[in-house]
Structures are given as C-alpha cells and as structure tokens.
DNA sequence: TGATAACCGAGACGGTACGTCCTGTCTTGAG
DNA sequence: CTCAAGACAGGACGTACCGTCTCGGTTATCA
C-alpha cells in the first residue's frame, strides 16, 4: 500500500516505450544471451533513456519477466483466437483448464508434448531459461519465476487429477502436488539441465511410467 | 588434452594458492551469493593476484566447481573414515554404490533423505545452487556441472534399479534412466526452484508414489 | 527586440512564482554554491514546474543573474529609504553618481571601503562571484555580467575622476577609464581570485599608490 | 605525506598515457570549451579507460591544470633551448627574474608586452581563463591556481621592483606586493572579464600611470 | 456566461555524463 | 617460471540533470 519511492504515475506511462522496451529484451536475450544482455543495450536498442528503464522495473530480471508474461499472453490470445475460428465462441484469456476426454493418460500425453514444443521453441526457450536460471540464483527473482510461470501451470495439474480421483483413474488417498510432479519435474530438469533430451516418445513414457509404478503388478 | 594457450608449468603451482582460493571463493559465494562474488574479491581475500587465478582456471564458475568438488571431496573422505573407523578397512575415495539390502523402497528412502540433508547444509546449499543456475544459463558450465555433479550420481541410481530388474523388484522392460527421474527430479526442481519446501516425507512419499504408481491397482 | 519561440505572455506572468524562483535560485546558491545549484533544484524549492523556469529564463546563469540583479535594487531600495528618512526626500532608484566633497582621495577611499564591506557580505558575495566566474567561462554570459554589473559602477568612477580632472586634481591627459583600473582592478582581482586579503587598509593603500605614483616625487 | 586513499603506485604510471591525456585535455577545452569537455570525452579523445583519469587526478580542472603546466613547460624549455642557442649556455628551466637593464619603466613593458601576447594567444588562452574560471569558482581549485600560475609570475615583480627600490627609482617605503597590482591587475581583469581590449600601448599606459600617478606633479 | 486560450505544477521522456566497479590482459620486481 | 601486486583499456552499472514534451487544473480575457 504504502509508496516507498516518488513512485512514478503510471497513468503517463509511455505504452510506446514500453512495448519497444519489452521487444528490445527479448531480441537482445535470443541473440546475445541473458548475461550479454544490458540495461544500457535494451535502452539503446529500443531508443529510449535509462531512466525510463529504472523508472518501471527494479532489474533486468524484472524487464526480461515483464516482456516474457507479455510475450506468452499475446501468443496465447492468438492461439485462442485461431482455436475460436475453428470452434466456435471462445473469448476467454488465459488457459484456464487442462482437456478432460476421460482418458487420464491420453491427456497428459497430449498435454506434455504441447509443452515439449514450447519448450523448443526458441522464441519462449531462450528468455524462459534466462528467467529460471535468474531465479535460482536469486531468490527474489524466483518468487515471482514460481509464482507468475510456474504454479498457475502447475495448478491446473492439479485440478485434472482431482477430476481422475473422482473419476476413479487414480488413487483417492494420494496428493495431487506431488503425484504431477512425477512426470513434470523430470521434463523439466532435462529441459533445464540438459540432462538427456526431450522428446514426444520421453513424456509418453514418463505418464505410462508415473501412472503404473516401476514395481510389477 | 592439447594446450591452447602458453600452458602453465602445473608442476611448479603453488599449493598453498590453490587452497586459498578454493576457501576464498566459498566463503564469498556463501556471504554475498554467486553474483557479488569476484575473481577481484576471490583474489584479495586469498591474498593471491588476480593472475594466478586467470592462469589456472577459465572463469568464476570454474573456480567455484573446483572448489566445491574439493569441499566434496573431502567431506566425503571425513565421512567414509568415520565410518571405516566403525565397520572395518574401506580406503576407498569416492562413493560407489547405493545400499542394497534388498528392499528397494527402503533403499531409496535412506538414500533420498540423505540427499535432503545434504540440500539443506548450507556449506553445500549455496554453492551448488550457484552452480546450477550458473550451469543453467551457460551452456559450457552446465555440461561441467551435468558431468561432474549430477550425472555420476545418477548412475547410481541407474544400477541399484538394473540390480532391482534382476530381482524382479522392478518391471524389466523399463528404462532405468527414465525411472529413476520419477523420484529424483522432484526432488531436484523443489529445491532448486523452491516450488515447495522438501523433508524426509516427501521423498518417502514420492518413492512410493514412483513404485506404485498412480492408477489404482 | 524580434521573438524566436513562441513568445510567452508576459501579462499573463505568475508574480508569485518569478519572486519565489527568485528566492530559491539564490538560497540554494549560497547554500550548496553554484555548481551544485540546478534548475530542478531550483523548481523544487520554489514548488514551480521546470517548464515555468525554461519559459523565462534561458540559463541557469540567466535565472540567477535576474535573482540577483533583483536582490541589488531591493537592497539599494532599502538603503536609500533609510538615507531619505535621515536627509530629505531623493526616491531615486540607483546610485547615480559617487560623492564629491573636491578631496578626491577622501571620496576614493570611501567609496571603495564601501565596495570591501559588500564584498564581503555573503548575501552578495556568493552569487556575485558565481556570476563573475561563469561570466569569464562563457562569453555570452560574460557580456551581461559586464554590462550589467560591472560597468555601471566603473563609470560611476570616469564621472567622479572627469570632475577631478576638471577641478585640477587628476593630470588633464590621461584617461579616466584606465585611470580607474589602478585601484578598482587590485581589489577585483583579490577579490575574485581570492590572491591576498582585502581590508579598508587595503584599498586606503591603493588609492594613495595610485594617486600620487610609484616612482618618487 | 600520509595516504588517504588505495595510493596508486607512480612508479608504474604509464607515460603514454599521461601525454595522451594531457593532449587531449587540452584539444578538447580548445575545441569545445570547458564547459563541454568531459572527462568521458578526454579520455575516449587519449584512448584511454576513464579510471586512469580518476586514479591520478580528482577532477576535470586537476587534469588541466597539469596539463596547462606541462604545456608551459615544455613552451618554456623551446623558447629557453632558442635562446640559449644565441646567447650560450643557460640550461635553466623556469623563467627566474624579470630583465633589468637600470630602466624599470622599460623593463615592465616590455614584460607587460609579452604577458599580452601570451594572453592572446590561443593556444594558452583557452585553457588558463577555464582554469581561472573554474578557481573562482571553486575555491580548492582556485589555491592551485594561485599557487603554482599566478603567484610565481607574481614574486618576479616583486624581485623587480625592491631592486628598483635600492635603485632609488621606487619610493622605498611602499609594498611592491602592493605596488605591482597596480598594472597587473588591470590587465589581469581586462583579459578575464573583457571589460575592454588589451593592447602593448595599454599596458605601455598602464605603466606610466602606475609609476607616476594619476595626480599632476 | 460560457468558450477558449494562456500559464501553471507536475513529472515522464530521450539523452549525456557522472564516478564506481569489475573484467581480462599486461608489466614489474621478488623468490 | 610462478607469484603478489596492481596499472591498464574497456564497458556496464545506477544516479543526477539536462531541456523538451504532455497532462489536467486553474485563471482571465473575449464572444
């Protein structure tokens, strides 16, 4: 509530500056890197001062996260927006829930290998890794990584295994948390660490591994 | 194996450097984080020039997964003396097997809770978190980190579950470096992205999640 | 005489804000000296906006200039009042001529042991000084320093030596505006450049070396 | 005598680079002024990191000032190396007296004429009325000033003028500190504050009003 | 009696320079 | 040759002001 600084009034905002702001960080991030990217290289590139940088963001993390969350809600708009054209009235922003055939396992499949794409494409790859890594070595940073990247995510594991509790197709006693991260946290430590490849074959194996457990039945 | 540069005589380096700058930068790194360590503060603190460091390894990050390797090392030593001091001669350096008294599931949840030990020590906590995200953003040091760090231990893992295959503990048509990403990587991204806080029970749940699976049997 | 920019309405003028400017202009002077004084610090203080300042002003040695040049007559408004109260009504604005009681010497040393005591007064010597100095680093501040300041005293003293040469006390050939620069420049320059101390003694010394010659009689 | 400050070590001062920024100190004052030289601007100019400029001069006016002594004299050394080649040897650096040939008035203007040739000269003129700007100014700057430009020049008429005070030729119980002020500063404020021209029959003016006195005899 | 045009406070904006910090290379003198 | 020490060219940091601009909000004439 309180303001801690002159707080800037943001309703004189430039949108202009903040747009080339936000395009200028991604390009400088894909071409360059994350640690070759500067605070004085996204202001050159976007033509605009410094200041105007510090003014609205603590940090390059805080830029990069900003032009990410921008980026994701502009491609996920249009993704509804064509998904809308083919299906019908749609206008919902945002991915609300994950697809419910009944099939427990078939939409997790479908679901994983929409993230193995996303996960290689390198428009998302390169700033979302920048913006993983920075939050692993800054905890602040992480906070919001988690908070605004990652759990809502995750939550909507959460919900589709709930339905499978109810449906049945999966265990009631055990805690939906943990059991998505069974199939989530290994994609996304090999897509993190470079551990082994990823692949459409690899998270079809992860759910009919996590579903059916490594001891024989 | 081929030198690029005008190759350092290794034969006449001084010990007594290497040691300080190993200490130098963890003690930095666990002050000030990752990022306000530098090869000027390492050098200052070792009371060694910042040439001797330049000579000797690539980077910041190659300083610190020397030093934290050493650390490693030498804890690891320190511990398999008090326990050769317990059970008899094992000289050995370096651990090379998983127990294997023949329950799996218990196996797996002494070795896990372990691991939660050692995450939460913070000699070790802060440089090898450091390392990760360092390893994350570049690409060179990740495949150090993955090399070195990560994957020998992985392998452990691999063959305490071919030894379980053999025993019919574990279904014999799955791929163990697959399996074993079920309970380890959740492990893993919680305490790097602090998703969620870990404990012993949540590495025991996880290894009988893992086991059984989450379909109902 | 012809306007370059859009002319501002000088009927329309804030009175309020020209003497508050006025004000700040020169606390802040005094206070933190010339380099350290800025138009936003001067905004700031007279709670004006920046753009109040740019439309009547064109520099910060303008603003200050003005302030001061505004300080001098109400000072000199303030001296001549209490001279009237004692001597007779003289409503003049301005010092229009130095005395004449026909001891030339007496008149010099008077006048100049006055110019020691406003050299002095802080209130005058801060930003006097700041104008002289940002005066002789730039020209065109430079020539209304001069014009404005410095000549009008200067010729307060042809008039004075003219009415010398007159009544038979001053040589008939030389020139009064050199004439004047035997002890008005000595105190200019210990003044301004702070090369030796200056006192009534001081200028009683000037004016008796340049009255009567170095050389002996 | 004491070290206040990480001390840098002069012996490995790099000469190069002090010629270079000495050169381009004075280049940029010449070409752009004072004002719009910056210390950004001097050592891009030399080719040189800025913290070379900060580790061994605390401002923009202590480069130039070493600068404009240095110009000095090494212009001193040609104009001593060209008179001693036709006048034989004289390896003295540093101009030490004034001329005297018995005649003071002679001796003083043909002094005075090459103080305005020097004065007009722009390679000199440039920078010494910024440093005298800025020792105006700036009151520490402004010791340095009078210390090492000023006050030598100064004491050589002093010398001057008590051997004409032995010579009979200057009343002997006057101050010559005093009595030289009365043609240097004249010039002294006409050249800083371009009150009026100077010239050689100025100055040649200067010196019989000084010595005879403004009054008939 | 509104309209309309200015000045006004406020402050965001594109820029420039500041003085500090650190990088990775190079140089010096001691051992 | 290694080493401690640290000067060097370079470049990014985050801050402070510059001078311009735009935004509502008062005035203060004119229609």
Same sequence: chains 1, 2, 3, 4.
Avoid: C
């Amino acid at each position: 509530m309180a303001a801690t600084k002159p707080t800037p009034d943001a309703s004189r905002r430039s949108e202009k500056s903040r747009r080339a702001i936000y395009a200028a960080a991604l390009e400088l991030v894909t071409e360059a890197g994350y640690a070759r990217t500067t605070i004085e290289g996204i202001a050159a590139r976007a033509g605009v001062g410094k200041q105007t940088i510090y003014r609205w963001w603590s940090s390059k993390a805080d830029v990069l996260m900003e032009a990410y969350l921008d980026l994701a809600d502009q491609t996920a708009e249009q993704t509804a927006d064509q998904a809308a054209d083919q299906a019908g009235a749609d206008p919902a922003p945002g991915n609300y829930a994950l697809p419910d055939t009944g099939d427990l396992a078939a939409d997790l499949k479908l679901v994983l290998r929409a993230t193995v794409d996303e996960l290689l494409d390198p428009r998302f790859e390169v700033p979302s890794r920048a913006l993983a890594a920075e939050g692993i070595a800054d905890a602040a940073v992480g906070r919001e990584v988690v908070a605004k990247l990652l759990e809502p995510s995750l939550q909507l594991y959460v919900q589709r295994l709930r339905a499978a509790q109810r449906a049945g197709d999966v265990r009631p006693d055990l805690d939906p948390r943990i059991a998505l991260e069974l199939f989530v946290s290994p994609l996304a430590q090999r897509w993190l660490q470079h551990t082994a490849p990823i692949s459409y074959d690899y998270t079809d194996t992860l759910v009919d591994y996590a579903l059916y457990g490594l001891a024989p039945r």
